[in-house]
């Protein structure tokens, strides 16, 4: 047993423990307090007043709660991100039970798969984040100042929790060239990131950081190749929340002030890269044009006026004395901030302003209208309230009293109209007539705008030097009226890019211009100007000007990049006005709810993208091969046999292959394909060619096409050779067919349709057909009595797409494109079926293509009715069919008669030489051939290209081909080319090809430059003569036919390329 003094001696070893512990805890109590009297006793000592001691007391007690309110915010996110169910069920529901299980949200989706697998790759994006600070970011710093070469990063930890993705909501109804994705992101980490710069004994780092907000990725443009996106743009509708908490030396930035100030100037620099219309676009493939896709065109524009307000709340009080106020209005979309002027002494004031916004993105944008009282100190708040402009957008015309939130009481009266873009300038005059009837009680606001231009600054090229040949470090200055834009500066080059936009409101376009600078970064020395009428855009095509620009005062060769885009502002003259909850519920419930809607309040016609109808056709012919390689080979390879061949084509996401030829190595296949594509950057035509065998096929090479390079030339017919095999090549002709709005055509398109056929038995296609399905109105309901899901099935021969099906409404709106090809306008017929939920049927429309070929334009826009329902039952679409031209169908003197071609623009078809300018027969210096048959050049052709190179400054003439040439012998001609350009007969504009013996379809390929300025280009002719060798070692030529061109009929800059018909000689 233990004895009573061992008990005792036990007893006091923890006791002295204690003594010793309170002494530690007594001294740093103590040390404490001294440390908290020493600055009282060392401003007593130098004899500093007692304020500074009270001062830095405040200080660090406002840095303390600063502090204690960051780390408690922290802990609590980290708890809420960890505990994430507990939390919800705890805080938010208190009873878990209380969320029935019918509840769910579908446009935003959960997606805790990627969460999951960001948890488990953050680890890694940890190391990668440390390798880079370490390794690439430190190096560089230290590099920058020589004060920073001791700067390192002491500790790089992300911390255990990652960066969550709450939901994602996809937008895939507005445009059917990208995928819109809205990613709710939220980050609670215990990121600990340390630096230290020995050289002055400082450290400094962060402890825990706070970012929540909606980031919105933009996938475009999809292209029909593999990464099958363009690139990926990323960008904050609205700035996100953002928390930091400092330690070490930047802990002076929680001091009350430079909290706020430091956290908005962080805010300010992840604003200027991430939070709209800045934006950051990462390219997935070559040749974007990446200013275009940083700086799209607007969404829209919101002409936003306020009219007045009622029942403000009165602030300037005195006392017991009750005053009124002197309210002014802010508007706020995103960056852009507009303040109306103040009323003095009125609650109830008008203000009778009007502000153009840009939209940027619909949905997401939104409207702030905040109200304040004028005061000499600080103006005093008085109320605001938030507008969706996703939900203008839908009523067109918005017209409302809004009240105002966090107030007593007010309300604000608005009246927002939505413009649309328009890519042409036929309305303008009206636009400009209309504009000038409104009338605004603050004459001092500007006018209304007509239109908006966007100017891509790309790039220059040879800008002059600075003094002492030094390089010059060029910026530019865009200007339009009043409004001038300055560009980032690109230092030490002569060659600088840029890769900017500017967006101006242009109120007549008719009487301004662009005003573009080139100047050095001091603004002293000027390096070029350029001044640019935008009446020159009004007559461009689709109001777009995409070149290159000689700069005035400059070096002789300084030129500039410039891409400028004019849209006319067009109003919804039909939109009647609404209010807000209007548009909220037809957004619920896809349309006007009931049958008893009123016609006079909906849309008389569609409103559908810019993008609409803007397609086009590739027509693909694929001819023969030639030299194929055998594959089928017998005794391993000692008898040589031949191959199987067929031919798989793919392009815009389609797929076509060809019949195998049995046991050929020239292998003819003449089949067809067509396929409807967008022009889109990095699109290829391929094509590969195998050996069908009974295992394997075999492989015998491939070719890749640019599809920019085909609709750039329109037309291409010749031999490729195929790549990554010992021989073969293969003929093919692609044509980008041009559309045409004249319907004269048709019977030429038609008859040539019956002059062709394919092994493929497809019928070239006449007409493209585009469909615009907009919304229905008074549906008959279910036998139920319930409201249908309605989707509508579109048919056209043998092809049909579906359109979404629209929630419960009796009123469905898809907004949905559509295209089909029409083989004859005249006999095809497209019906749309209405049903509900692809089952029960709710009625049919019946609309025959050629009731299209008597509107004008070949369009049709309105409410039709639909059979097989209730007597009110419509549909509202837009049908617009563009007839299918080619460079073998001449259509050129019903476009002469017509004044013009009434295409799209990129419409060049044959040009007959008859209906060119014709010379004198006495010009005519060669010998001829008399009593030529006209019917022997029937189908006589030459193939030339006609192009003005500014950056050159040179006509270029190139003579590609000849086909179906005459012979008066037996044998093929021996043909060659020799032109002039008149009235100049000098041996300066005269050229000639080589020879080619014996051929009636010879190739030349060859390239004619002339020495010429643009204007002396557009004043001469071509007199072209496709000759025949008669005799040996004779220099006398026999004329076959001859083709006559007047340049100043030819799109020079833009270039051309096609056959020509050779004419008869005349004696």
């Not at 500093?48 to 204690?68: A, C, K």
């Not at 600078?517 to 935008?534: E, R």
């Not at 109808?613 to 000692?638: N, S, Y």
């Not at 050129?892 to 990129?906: H, K, L, P, T, V």
Request: net charge negative; hydrophobic share 40%.
């Amino acid at each position: 047993m233990p004895s009573e003094d061992d008990e005792l001696h036990g007893s006091a070893q923890p006791a002295k423990g204690c003594r010793g512990a309170d002494a530690v805890s007594g001294l740093c109590s103590f040390g404490k307090c001294l440390g908290a009297l020493l600055p009282v006793y060392l401003a007593g000592y130098f004899g500093f007043s007692i304020f500074l001691v009270v001062l830095g007391l405040m200080l660090y007690i406002g840095w303390r709660n600063s502090r204690d309110g960051k780390e408690s915010r922290l802990r609590s996110a980290m708890y809420a991100m960890e505990k994430e169910q507990d939390f919800i069920a705890t805080t938010v529901l208190r009873d878990t039970r209380s969320l029935p299980a019918w509840v769910s949200y579908p446009d935003v989706e959960k997606v805790e798969w990627l969460n999951k697998i960001l948890l488990q790759a953050w680890p890694f994006v940890g190391q990668y984040v440390e390798k880079l600070l370490m390794e690439t970011i430190a190096p560089s710093i230290r590099a920058s100042n020589s004060h920073l070469q001791t700067l390192s990063f002491s500790m790089v930890n992300l911390g255990v929790q990652p960066m969550r993705v709450i939901g994602v909501k996809a937008h895939t109804e507005h445009d059917k060239k990208q995928v819109l994705l809205d990613l709710y992101i939220s980050y609670a980490g215990d990121v600990e990131i340390n630096v230290e710069v020995k050289k002055y004994f400082c450290k400094a780092g962060v402890k825990g950081i706070q970012l929540h907000g909606k980031l919105r990725v933009i996938l475009e443009p999809l292209i029909g190749d593999v990464p099958l996106v363009g690139a990926v743009t990323l960008f904050f509708i609205r700035r996100p929340t953002l928390d930091i908490n400092w330690t070490g030396l930047t802990n002076l930035l929680d001091i009350p002030g430079l909290n706020s100030m430091s956290d908005t100037m962080i805010m300010d620099i992840i604003a200027s890269y991430l939070v709209l219309p800045n934006r950051l676009t990462v390219p997935l493939v070559a040749d974007l044009h990446i200013a275009q896709l940083q700086s799209p065109l607007p969404r829209g524009i919101v002409r936003v006026f306020v009219l007045e307000a009622q029942d403000l709340v009165s602030k300037d009080n005195y006392g017991i004395i009750s005053g009124k106020s002197d309210p002014y209005v802010i508007l706020r979309v995103g960056p852009q901030v507009f303040t109306s002027h103040h009323v003095e002494n009125n609650l109830n004031p008008q203000w009778r302003e009007m502000y153009e916004v840009i939209v940027h993105e619909v949905p997401g944008q939104e409207l702030e209208v905040e109200v304040f009282d004028k005061d000499p100190d600080q103006d005093d708040f008085m109320g605001r309230f938030k507008i969706d402009l996703g939900l203008v957008k839908k009523a067109q015309l918005v017209d409302e009293w809004f009240t105002l939130k966090d107030t007593a009481s007010g309300r604000v009266h608005l009246k927002l109209e939505w413009l649309s873009l328009q890519a042409n300038a036929d309305r303008l005059e009206q636009i400009l007539q209309r504009n000038g009837n409104i009338t605004l009680l603050n004459k001092s606001s500007d006018p209304p705008s007509a239109a908006i231009l966007t100017v891509y600054l790309d790039r220059a090229q040879e800008l002059p030097m600075k003094k002492g040949n030094k390089e010059p470090n060029p910026m530019v200055q865009v200007s339009v009226q009043d409004t001038t834009k300055e560009s980032r500066t690109c230092y030490g080059t002569n060659n600088p890019q840029w890769q900017e936009a500017f967006t101006f409101f242009i109120q007549d376009p008719r009487k301004q211009d662009i005003d573009i600078q080139v100047k050095d970064d001091d603004k002293a020395a000027s390096l070029g100007t350029l001044s640019v009428p935008l009446s020159r855009l009004l007559s461009s095509a689709e109001l777009t000007m995409n070149q290159w620009f000689q700069l005035d005062r400059s070096g002789p060769v300084s030129r500039i990049y410039i891409k400028a885009v004019l849209r006319v502002l067009l109003p919804n003259e039909n939109a009647s006005p609404s209010t807000l909850d209007s548009a909220v519920t037809d957004d619920l419930h896809g349309g006007n709810v009931g049958t008893g809607v009123d016609v006079h309040s909906r849309p008389l016609k569609t409103s559908p993208d810019s993008s609409f109808a803007t397609e086009g056709v590739l027509r693909i012919h694929l001819v023969e091969a030639q030299d194929l390689i055998a594959k089928d080979c017998f005794m391993g390879g000692m008898i040589k046999g031949k191959s199987d061949p067929y031919v798989k084509t793919r392009v815009g996401g389609s797929t076509f292959q060809s019949r195998v030829v049995q046991e050929n190595l020239n292998p003819t296949w003449n089949e067809l394909y067509e396929v409807i594509l967008t022009q889109l950057p990095g699109q290829d035509v391929q094509f590969e060619v195998y050996d069908k065998d009974l295992d394997r096929d075999d492989f015998l090479g491939r070719l890749k096409i640019s599809l920019s390079d085909v609709i750039s030339s329109h037309h291409i017919d010749q031999w490729f050779t195929l790549s990554e095999v010992k021989s073969g090549r293969i003929h093919l002709v692609l044509e980008w067919l041009p559309r045409l709005s004249d319907p004269g055509c048709l019977d030429q398109v038609l008859r040539y349709q019956t002059q062709h056929s394919y092994q493929n038995r497809v019928v070239p296609s006449a007409a493209l057909l585009f469909i615009y399905l907009e919304a229905a109105h008074s549906l008959p309901l279910k036998k139920s009595g319930k409201e249908p899901k309605v989707g509508a099935e579109l048919c056209l021969r043998g092809a049909s797409c579906r359109t979404k099906v629209c929630d419960r409404a009796v009123s469905p709106r898809w907004d949905e494109a559509f295209h089909f090809l029409v083989h004859d306008p005249r006999e095809d017929t497209l019906i749309i079926k209405l049903s509900h939920a692809w089952g029960l049927p709710l009625g049919s429309l019946v609309l025959p293509v050629r009731e299209l070929l008597s509107e004008p334009g070949l369009e049709l826009d309105r409410w039709l009715p639909v059979d097989g329902a209730l007597p009110a039952s419509q549909v509202l679409l837009r049908a617009t069919l563009k007839i299918l031209g080619s460079t073998a169908v001449d259509c050129s003197r019903i476009q002469a008669e017509d004044g013009g071609s009434q295409g799209d623009g990129n419409t060049e078809p044959i040009i007959s030489s008859k209906e060119t300018a014709a010379a004198p027969a006495s010009e005519m210096r060669q010998r001829v051939t008399p009593g030529r048959r006209a019917a022997e050049l029937e189908g006589s052709q030459v193939k030339l290209t006609l192009r003005y190179s500014v950056e050159e400054n040179r006509l270029l003439v190139v003579v590609l081909a000849c086909r179906h040439l005459p012979s008066s012998t037996k044998d093929a001609p021996d043909s060659c080319v020799s032109f002039i350009l008149l009235p100049d007969k000098s041996k300066t504009t005269k050229r000639k090809t080589s020879v080619k013996k014996r051929e009636t379809n010879p190739e030349f390929n060859e390239r004619f430059d002339f020495e010429l300025s643009l204007e002396e280009a557009k004043s001469r002719r071509l007199d072209l003569e496709v000759k025949n060798s008669t005799t040996f070692m004779s220099r006398e030529r026999e004329v076959i036919g001859r083709v006559q061109i007047d340049l100043a009929r030819i799109d020079l800059k833009s270039g051309v390329t096609q056959w020509y018909n050779l004419t008869e000689v005349p004696n």
